[in-house]
């Protein structure tokens, strides 16, 4: 049977076919019901008044065959039929038409095209509203079970939880059809135990996804279960808290837990539901993400149940797949049965928006615009699209943020409202679903506000099913790869290209972005085969752009100036020392940047200023956490800073270089632009930061120098920095492994200098007058003419640096170092070369490699490339003992009670020797900890207990792990500085 409604697409092409009888036609259609029945006697006295009954029903009989007739010429199928009841009187009787349903098609016709596109892999959502509870009792412990109930009403309603049982069964409904519903639909289960429960069978039925066993009656004597319980408002306390941590945790180890329940303790398993509310006062980034599954399993259940609300929220970060979700959902709806899926573009509706149309208005606009049938079909009309949501179907308004971003607060809710007023009428049995940007909104109070119309409509928290989508796993990024990569492509070696790049993996979470990155794997592949340089600002620059263009007609401002104000707020951010910023504050960083940029800001006159606003909040790049807003994702900060440095540069700003905490990321970043995209100005700047010192940001431009210099990056020569009072304190400057790097000529006055590393560097000529160094390492190092007078030096170590003509005069040197440096540094007495340091000097047949003092400071032990190692008296300058090496010695150091000798051998073997008599003995302790993060390895014995063999830095290892003064830090010095040999962590049994 045809539904008016549906009928009405059909009447114009079969009245055009019956000639003279169309009149009939119309009088059959003005009397059929909504539902398509029309009563047999009222269509025989409208279309035959006053002929006899037998005479009227054979005229509608022939009126039938002209009707057939039609249709076949209209090339449509539809006949009118009527019952066989020829003995009821015709008062009684109904007349109908069936055929085919072309509103349905119409519709589908309109969906299908608008809802196809790329395959959409599982994506886990999260379920936010009321949570619901199924409780299975049985009959005979009804009392019981409805007491305990009452005792966790009032924590149930505070906790936004439903309880269903099988007093929500109506009468005339299958009872065991309404259970096991309510156990598919609902979040958790509640099972109360007895021996009752166990007689009736309720412990064989298929299980909930969360089952939350209870003891109601003892199963044995000695079972803790509520009729027992001395203080029932105690155990239902205990019993609601439980089940809170249940709804907040992951789940983890949920057999273990299930087994513990089956013990009939109060305990209670881990769960994968988690059900939140759309309330003002719901904090989502708070909130734990536990109940991770298919977004299009939640939206289902939600289509599936009766008693779900009619109204869904399906929410995320821009790129998430919220289109995709719906698109899918609707492809489903269409080709498995189901609710008929209307889904309409928001997006066709953005300048119309700024009208305040109505919802006809906005649906008419849509249907027209993004009708896809064809000039020989006409879109169905809103008024048909109402008809089929009253009738049950589901209507999708997708991209809500698209229209709101162009307008002002007032007016966005307004529209908003409007989209609502599809499922004003009391009789409709639709549903409704809308997507938008969970970050669009400045704050959760205000997100609910709008969904909820500030109370009005009736529309409140309780009347959503709210989902937010959630970032890719690694697995589900893998699934994609393989659907999306030609066949073939080696699936692993994808993926480890994604993790080569700095952060990309974390990026490839959102289906957007990673949909960017498949788009570039051929290129890439091509790139590789000519052998060019494939680095991370290769992919992030193309994700920044595909970003901008795709806000490009969306939003007010243009992609230019959003990359720059991109820019400047990831530097503000550094600045100001924070990660996020509120929307009262990001807004107020919009005005007064559009104050300093009067050439930007001339850009958008007349534009309303909250307009701009919402436009930079719903960038691309920028998601809501809590009630502020942060970038997406640090490697994207990181991009914009280095984008951000290199502006500078070539406009000549070096102050905005005053930037502290930049991550190396950021200036590698800045490398690879500089690489790729090259700029005399930019190098021009960075000779600026070079020749002339500039608080911070000369600093900043020497950490660029280094990575240069690491990298191969594009940099101009680092000789004769200025760097007069930089504070380069813990600065790491280690070049082991590279050429040399060159600060000879450069000014270092006043610098702090402090627990900073340097291997591998050319200081010649360079002035470190009045520079506090304490602590600080020089490896490696030419220091030919360099100037450290009235430095401060204390605990430096200086090792295999070349010194001539070093000045050290006035300088602090106290437990300072010179470890195979020649000639001896000159113009300190502290460290002129005493009687003792000739004497071990001519003790020895070749260069002294190390020395230790013992714990007490009575002895000195020195050792040699001439394979001995040599005790002294400390106090007279005598060698009391000389024992013969079978190698040469590199390092030497006392352990901590004086009673061991450690030594490193440069044939790759540390040896642990008794202190008095020499003997070598087990190792103790052999977890090697190398310094700056150089790789040290070790072959062990551990049957005896030793390291028999390691590599030739490994002596580096040895040394103190000592408080830094002040601050109290842990700091790594050299066993040579302080001596003896700390204790290090020892090896455990495994």
């Known amino acids: 049977m045809l539904t008016k409604l549906a009928l009405s697409q059909l009447i114009p092409q079969l009245r055009a076919n019956l000639g003279k009888n169309a009149a009939h036609l119309d009088r059959i259609v003005a009397l059929l019901s909504d539902d398509g029945e029309a009563n047999l006697a009222k269509v025989l006295a409208s279309l035959y008044p006053g002929e006899p009954l037998e005479k009227a029903q054979a005229n509608l009989r022939q009126f039938r065959l002209e009707v057939k007739a039609a249709a076949v010429k209209a090339a449509i199928t539809i006949e009118l039929k009527g019952d066989t009841k020829t003995r009821t009187p015709a008062n009684q009787r109904w007349v109908w038409f069936e055929g085919e349903d072309r509103m349905n098609q119409s519709v589908e016709e309109f969906t299908r095209p608008n809802v196809e596109g790329p395959e959409r892999l599982q994506q886990d959502a999260i379920k936010l509203g009321t949570i619901e509870c199924c409780?299975?009792?049985?009959?005979?412990?009804?009392?019981?079970?409805?007491?305990?109930?009452?005792?966790?009403?009032?924590?149930?309603?505070?906790?936004?939880?439903?309880?269903?049982?099988?007093?929500?069964?109506?009468?005339?409904?299958?009872?065991?059809?309404?259970?096991?519903?309510a156990l598919e639909r609902c979040d958790f289960s509640l099972t109360l135990l007895s021996p009752h429960f166990h007689a009736e069978g309720l412990d064989k039925l298929p299980a909930a996804a969360t089952t939350i066993p209870v003891q109601l009656h003892r199963l044995t004597p000695k079972d803790n279960s509520f009729d027992h319980c001395k203080h029932p408002r105690d155990f239902a306390l205990t019993l609601y808290t439980q089940i809170r941590e249940i709804l907040e945790k992951r789940p983890t180890h949920l057999d273990q837990h299930f087994r513990e329940l089956s013990l009939h303790?109060?305990?209670?398993?881990?769960?994968?539901?988690?059900?939140?509310?759309?309330?003002?006062?719901?904090?989502?980034?708070?909130?734990?993400?536990?109940?991770?599954?298919?977004?299009?399993?939640?939206?289902?259940?939600?289509l599936q149940d009766p008693n779900a609300p009619p109204y869904c929220a399906l929410l995320g970060e821009l790129g998430m797949g919220k289109t995709t979700t719906a698109q899918e959902l609707s492809r489903q709806l269409l080709d498995h049965g189901g609710r008929k899926?209307?889904?309409?573009?928001?997006?066709?509706?953005?300048?119309?928006?700024?009208?305040?149309?109505?919802?006809?208005?906005?649906?008419?606009?849509?249907?027209?615009?993004?009708?896809?049938?064809?000039?020989?079909?006409?879109?169905?009309?809103?008024?048909?699209?109402?008809?089929?949501?009253?009738?049950?179907?589901?209507?999708?308004?997708?991209?809500?943020?698209?229209?709101?971003?162009?307008?002002?607060?007032?007016?966005?809710?307004?529209?908003?409202?409007?989209?609502?007023?599809?499922?004003?009428?009391?009789?409709?049995?639709?549903?409704?679903?809308?997507?938008?940007?969970?970050?669009?909104?400045r704050t959760i109070k205000e997100q609910s506000a709008h969904f909820t119309m500030e109370g009005r409509d009736n529309i409140k928290a309780e009347s959503y099913r709210a989902l937010v989508l959630l970032p890719f796993r690694k697995e589900q990024i893998r699934e994609y790869l393989r659907h999306s990569l030609p066949v073939g492509t080696d699936i692993d070696q994808a993926y480890a290209l994604i993790e080569s790049v700095h952060n990309l993996p974390e990026l490839a979470e959102r289906p957007y972005t990673l949909s960017l990155i498949v788009r570039q794997f051929a290129k890439l592949e091509q790139w590789k085969v000519e052998g060019r340089r494939i680095t991370g600002l290769t992919l992030y620059r193309f994700l920044v752009e595909e970003w901008l263009l795709r806000d490009q007609g969306k939003h007010q401002i243009v992609p230019d100036h959003k990359q720059m104000l991109m820019e400047y707020i990831a530097a503000e951010l550094v600045r100001s020392k924070q990660r996020v910023w509120t929307a009262t504050e990001l807004d107020q960083w919009l005005m007064d940047f559009l104050m300093a940029h009067p050439r930007i800001a001339a850009h958008y006159e007349g534009v309303k200023r909250d307009l701009l606003k919402e436009d930079?909040?719903?960038?691309?790049?920028?998601?809501?956490?809590?009630?502020?807003?942060?970038?997406?994702?640090?490697?994207?900060?990181?991009?914009?800073?280095?984008?951000?440095?290199?502006?500078?540069?070539?406009?000549?700003?070096?102050?905005?270089?005053?930037?502290?905490?930049?991550?190396?990321?950021t200036l590698d970043f800045l490398g690879q632009s500089l690489e790729e995209q090259p700029s005399q100005k930019a190098i021009a700047g960075l000779e600026v930061l070079r020749d002339t010192y500039r608080v911070e940001a000369s600093e900043l431009a020497l950490r660029y120098f280094l990575t240069a210099h690491t990298k191969g990056y594009p940099a101009p020569p680092s000789v004769g920095f200025q760097l007069k009072g930089a504070d380069l304190w813990e600065l790491q400057a280690d070049f082991r492994h590279h050429a040399i790097f060159n600060l000879s000529g450069s000014n270092l006055q006043g610098a702090q200098l402090g627990n900073s590393f340097w291997r591998?560097?050319?200081?010649?000529?360079?002035?470190?007058?009045?520079?506090?160094?304490?602590?600080?390492?020089?490896?490696?190092?030419?220091?030919?003419?360099?100037?450290?007078?009235?430095?401060?030096?204390?605990?430096?170590?200086?090792?295999?640096?070349?010194?001539?003509?070093?000045?050290?005069?006035?300088?602090?040197?106290?437990?300072?170092?010179?470890?195979?440096?020649?000639?001896?540094?000159?113009?300190n007495p502290e460290v002129k070369a005493s009687d003792s340091v000739q004497r071990l000097q001519l003790g020895h047949q070749s260069l002294v490699r190390g020395c230790a003092w013992s714990p007490d400071g009575t002895r000195l032990l020195s050792a040699s490339s001439d394979q001995t190692l040599k005790l002294w008296d400390a106090v007279t300058g005598t060698c009391l003992r000389t024992i013969r090496m079978d190698g040469h010695v590199l390092g030497i150091a006392y352990s901590p009670e004086g009673t061991s000798i450690a030594m490193a051998l440069e044939?790759?073997?540390?040896?642990?020797?008794?202190?008095?008599?020499?003997?070598?003995?087990?190792?103790?302790?052999?977890?090697?900890?190398?310094?700056?993060?150089?790789?040290?390895?070790?072959?062990?014995?551990?049957?005896?207990?030793?390291?028999?063999?390691?590599?030739?830095d490994a002596w580096r290892s040895l040394g103190w792990i000592v408080p830094e003064v002040g601050s109290g830090m842990p700091l790594w010095r050299p066993a040579e500085v302080f001596s003896p040999l700390p204790v290090f962590e020892q090896e455990r049994n495994q």
């Open 135 to 181: 409780v299975l009792y049985a009959e005979e412990d009804q009392s019981d079970a409805q007491k305990l109930l009452g005792f966790l009403a009032p924590h149930f309603k505070t906790g936004d939880i439903k309880v269903w049982t099988s007093q929500n069964i109506l009468p005339g409904e299958d009872p065991i059809a309404e259970r096991d519903l």
């Open 265 to 302: 303790n109060v305990n209670f398993v881990e769960t994968q539901a988690d059900v939140i509310s759309l309330n003002r006062n719901f904090d989502l980034d708070q909130h734990p993400v536990e109940n991770r599954r298919d977004a299009i399993a939640f939206l289902h259940e939600w």
């Open 341 to 441: 899926p209307i889904f309409l573009d928001l997006r066709y509706v953005r300048d119309l928006a700024p009208t305040a149309p109505d919802l006809d208005e906005i649906i008419n606009r849509i249907l027209k615009r993004d009708w896809k049938g064809g000039a020989a079909t006409k879109p169905p009309t809103p008024t048909e699209i109402y008809k089929l949501v009253d009738q049950g179907a589901l209507i999708i308004f997708d991209g809500l943020d698209e229209v709101l971003v162009n307008l002002p607060d007032a007016q966005g809710q307004m529209f908003t409202r409007q989209l609502f007023r599809v499922l004003q009428s009391k009789e409709t049995k639709g549903r409704l679903l809308i997507t938008c940007r969970s970050h669009f909104f």
């Open 616 to 665: 930079l909040r719903t960038a691309t790049f920028l998601v809501r956490e809590n009630d502020g807003f942060r970038f997406a994702h640090t490697s994207l900060q990181e991009y914009f800073l280095s984008a951000y440095l290199r502006r500078a540069l070539i406009e000549g700003r070096a102050e905005n270089w005053a930037l502290p905490g930049i991550s190396k990321e």
């Open 760 to 827: 591998n560097c050319r200081f010649d000529g360079v002035d470190f007058r009045h520079a506090n160094a304490p602590r600080s390492q020089w490896e490696d190092c030419f220091i030919d003419g360099a100037i450290w007078e009235e430095t401060e030096l204390e605990a430096a170590l200086f090792r295999n640096c070349p010194l001539q003509p070093a000045w050290f005069g006035e300088s602090r040197t106290h437990r300072a170092e010179w470890l195979q440096c020649w000639p001896s540094p000159s113009g």
């Open 907 to 952: 044939e790759g073997c540390i040896r642990i020797h008794d202190a008095t008599t020499f003997a070598e003995v087990g190792l103790r302790y052999y977890h090697l900890q190398a310094p700056h993060g150089e790789p040290t390895w070790a072959t062990v014995d551990r049957i005896n207990n030793r390291i028999v063999a390691c590599g030739l």
